[in-house]
């Protein structure tokens, strides 16, 4: 009897098109370029909400009122301060290494430190996501300075997370206006589905295992320029090819020998990222206000870049390409723009990892091997 002829698998790799899951946390919808966090429009959120009013929203379903507001605010600026112990074990990571190896090294070190460790309670996973919320800023504005061979600035209980930060990193907190720029992109980069980060977090999550282990490796995914690094990958670009007149040729140059154009392209959208547009304007308005010719130069050079991207391949930019330019007008060292996608990504994993917990189901997909023929093993020499 003749056994019949197998159907090879279906092979989609990098998870292209595979739906995996469901989520109540937030949709991206590539037919209409949008996104919605709890139902909620990205824009309408980046328009009238704080970042914390979307870290909210995004633990708890739906957006704080006032009471709750303040309650949370209160509890987050309590937990900013790191111990002495982290602050110590921080500054002696050599300062060769990547901020983003200086925040994987620390998630890690709060959970080696945390007596809660082991319980994965709701609870105990929410108190957790507040913590790392609170202390993530200040471990990045840490480092931040100590490259600069400056000493840590404390956390202020009086100022919001975005002022907070500007604080911790400068010693001063700039314009209102700066910092509403800096807010919106935090609230853009806050949470998008099951991107390569998440989805590292709901991998390590489904084996069980705890909270600081799922972000420790979501930071891990996100560093890679093909995922959050792109937003400093951007800023490199720009610096490599200086003159805007240099744009399309260079772009040429490189199209030629197969390099990947730092801050263009998304595995979901085709047609143009839907956060784009609001960082686009938020990056326009600190060029406007900078007012100097070499903010004027790197914004034709960013607008001649998209222009000759959309020209030669058709391919829009993500959020990474205003993103980055943004980051370097308000003054923040390249190394540092990835560690401030965290902060705010932070609020979008943790979010995950509980609605991994609420409905777990270990995730191990299969492979088809393509590997050598089954062989006997030779004797031993
Ligand atoms: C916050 C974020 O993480 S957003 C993403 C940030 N990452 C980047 O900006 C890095 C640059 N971009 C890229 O490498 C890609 O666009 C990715 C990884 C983001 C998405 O990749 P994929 O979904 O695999 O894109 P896909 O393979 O469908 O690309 C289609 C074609 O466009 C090309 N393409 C896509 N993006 C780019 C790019 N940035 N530069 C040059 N070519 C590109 C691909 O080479 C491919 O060409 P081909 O069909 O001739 O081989
Ligand atoms: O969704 C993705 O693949 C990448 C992205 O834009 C994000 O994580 O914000």
Known sequence: MTSAPTVPPEIHRGLAGVVVDTTEISTVIQETNSLTYRGYPVQDLAAHRSFEEVAYLLWHGDLPDAAQLREFTARERALRPLDRTTAEFLVRLPETCHPMDVLRTAVSFFGAEDPTEDDGSPAANRAKSLSLLAKLPTVVAADHRRRRGLDLIQPDPALGYAENFFHMCFGRVPEPEVVRCFEISLILYAEHSFNASTFTARVVTSTLSDLYSAVTAAIGALKGPLHGGANEAVMHMLNEIGDPR???????????????????????????????????????RLVARAGDPEAARLATLHAALRHAMLTRKAIHPNLDYPAGLAYHLMGFDIPTFTPIFVMSRITGWTAHITEQLEHNALIRPLASYDGRDQRPVPAGA
Do not use: C
């Not at 030629?256 to 547009?277: E, L, T």
């Open 246 to 284: 240099r744009a399309a040729d260079w772009l040429d140059e490189a199209l030629a020998s197969q390099r990947k154009i730092m801050g263009f392209g998304h595995r979901v959208y085709k047609n143009g990222d839907s956060r784009v547009p609001i960082m686009q304007e938020a990056t326009d």
